[in-house]
Structures are given as structure tokens and as C-alpha cells.
Nanobody
Framework: QVQLVESGGGLVQAGGSLRLSCAASGVIGVINAMGWYRQAPGKQRELVATITSGGTTRYADSVKGRFTISRDNAKNTVYLQMNSLKPEDTAVYYC????????WGQGTQVTVSS
């Protein structure tokens, strides 16, 4: 059974940085794409960034130039380096892994204070 475990969330002041990690276990084969999504209170879940097994990345316009997604295929782990954080980045961040089915982590809270 595939499981995703996220870590690295927390409270940070505006302008600060955080690094999120997500490790996938129980995976057989290659994970086609991994990514990060976020959901703020009262809003729908939105894409933050994705990365394919070949390293192709995609970012939401709101995080371009501030966030960097990377992955270690050998460890089935994806990372999200978040710099220059803003209060509007406050949300629960979810890891996603696309295999035959989509799998989600439990979420990690990121809170950016002004």
C-alpha cells in the first residue's frame, strides 16, 4: 500500500524560508509525477508545483521564482523549498504522487505571519 509522509511545515515570519519533504513508501515501479498542492481555509485545493520522473517542473504563477520543487527518484522523495514566504502562502500543503492512482499525504500546515 502506497503511503506518503510529509514533514517540514511550521510557523515562519514573512520573508522566511521552509523546506517540505514527502517520502513515498510501498511503491512498486516509477512514480510518474510528484507534486505539492495547498488548501487555505475557505478555498479550494490548488496546485503549487509538480515534477515528473524526468525532472520537468511546473509551478503556479503565484510561487514562480520563490519556490523550487525537486525529487530524489531513488528515495521516492519530493521536496519543496519555499523562500520569500508571504502570508498568503499560509495553507495546508499536501503531497501528491501519480501512479496508476493518485495518492495524497495527510498534509502539513504552513503558517506565515506578517
Amino acid at each position: 500500500q502506497v503511503q506518503l509522509v510529509e514533514s517540514g511545515g511550521g510557523l515562519v515570519q514573512a520573508g522566511g524560508s521552509l523546506r517540505l519533504s514527502c517520502a513515498a513508501s510501498g511503491v512498486i515501479g516509477v512514480i510518474n509525477a510528484m507534486g505539492w498542492y495547498r488548501q487555505a481555509p475557505g478555498k479550494q485545493r490548488e496546485l503549487v508545483a509538480t515534477i515528473t520522473s524526468g525532472g520537468t517542473t511546473r509551478y503556479a504563477d503565484s510561487v514562480k521564482g520563490r519556490f523550487t520543487i525537486s525529487r530524489d527518484n531513488a528515495k521516492n522523495t519530493v521536496y519543496l523549498q519555499m523562500n520569500s514566504l508571504k502570508p498568503e502562502d499560509t495553507a495546508v500543503y499536501y503531497c501528491n504522487a501519480a501512479l496508476v492512482f493518485n495518492y495524497w499525504g495527510q498534509g502539513t500546515q504552513v503558517t506565515v505571519s506578517s
